[in-house]
């Protein structure tokens, strides 16, 4: 944690200030000849202060300086020098009035301090240019620390602005924020409309500069969702720099944002013969390959609950033994963020029955067997990475998905574990189910107006139960069962 210069006070309402006791010789060249000099730093996160009031020390000092030189040289005897504050919004850092009484003696004065000025000694490369402000790197950690400090992200999320913020720097260049214009935010755009996705994971573009990437052929750009997805977190973060005084204004607004149909669906649902293949490949019936390790209990039940629920793969993977709970005498999955979970929004909270065929798998009595193994999780196996509990878990399902065969072509919808939910939600949708009923099952956000969003109730599980139950696939699953994998598979 940064340590707090001396120079650095915060008052009763939490609200910090630049206060610096001046020297007694030059206290005469200040309005009222006073002690110290005071100023608001205008916020109240001590990290953001902590930057403001480097720009007020290092102009001070420069004032100092120049008067300490005038009065060893004797050119000229200044009668009051006001210092206004800083200009958080603007290039300029600070300003001095000089008032010797006649136009003639002011213009004698301000010139006499234009060329003292001049060999001043400063540093051109310091991080709080006079001209420029802090450097970009350094807003960005202040950035990244104040959405931490205030629990704004997790830790995906920070590492998705990171991500963003960092290519800005490796595109521009760690430049002073303040010098950074419309038309280095343009360069920004155009060179990510470029660029390939992931290009740190593939072994052509990782150890190539992003000059290198854009003068290779046939480089498939990244998506117009990831685009805009950057363009946000862009845009965010100068919004932020312009609340707290480090740019005049948010230079993101030059940038068009991709429509969101620009790609098609980023993803699409399973079909039927998919789902055959699926279930019943190796990890359902049949012997066991030969070299094949010990599987864990996620990878068999993992794909079983996401096409039954409609769950997102990080609420399945972070399930506790404790979240299947009888409510109403019905079985149901109790997704919530207590504890170490973590949901994508408040619409995620919700009670999802249980489907009767993951009953009749055995799905109980593997939760059973998890309460008398004393395991709190239901997927102790899984561990918490960026992306919560299911990062792993989603690469398992990926290799066995590309095993049996079922892949997709570049430029095409993907095909991953979420897939499972667009194929739930795209199985009731077929069946005239509402859109509001779909959300309630799979715990999407509804409502636009106020009586939607405040007002509206969540469904009880006796309402959602038969729209669970209306989940039906013309897949042969007969085999599968807990009993089986219990017997073949571990």
Known sequence: MAKVPAYICRNRHGTYYFRLVLPSHARQYFPGHKRELRRSLKTDSRKVAICRA??????????????G???????????????????????????????????????KAAKALLDQSTHVNTDSNRSDDLQGGPLLSEVIKLYVEDREDNKKWKEKTKLQYLDTLNLLIEVIGDKPIKSVQHENIRTFGSTLRKLPARRALIPIYKEKSIDQILQMENVPPMSSTTVRNHFSRLTAFYSWAHNNGYVPENYVNVLEMPSRNDDGPARRAFTTEELQVLFNGYLYKGEKPAGAHKWHKSRFWLPLLGLFSGARLSELAQLFEEDIQEVEGIWCFDFNDKVEKELKNVASRRLTPIHSTLIQMGFLEFVEDMKKAQNKKLFPELKKGPSGYGGSASKQFAGYRKKMGITCNPGEPRIVFHSFRNTVITNLAHQSVPEEHRSAVVGHATGKTVNGQVYTEAFPPSFTSPLVEKIQYDVDMSHISYDWYVRNRR
């Open 54 to 67: 480097r720009c007020y020390r290092v102009r001070v000092d420069e004032i100092l300086g120049l008067l």
């Open 69 to 107: 030189n005038m009065a060893k040289k004797e050119t000229i005897k200044v009668e009051l020098i006001t210092m206004l504050d800083l200009d958080f919004g603007d290039k300029k850092v600070g300003k001095i009035i000089i008032d010797e009484g006649s136009p003639e003696a002011n213009a």
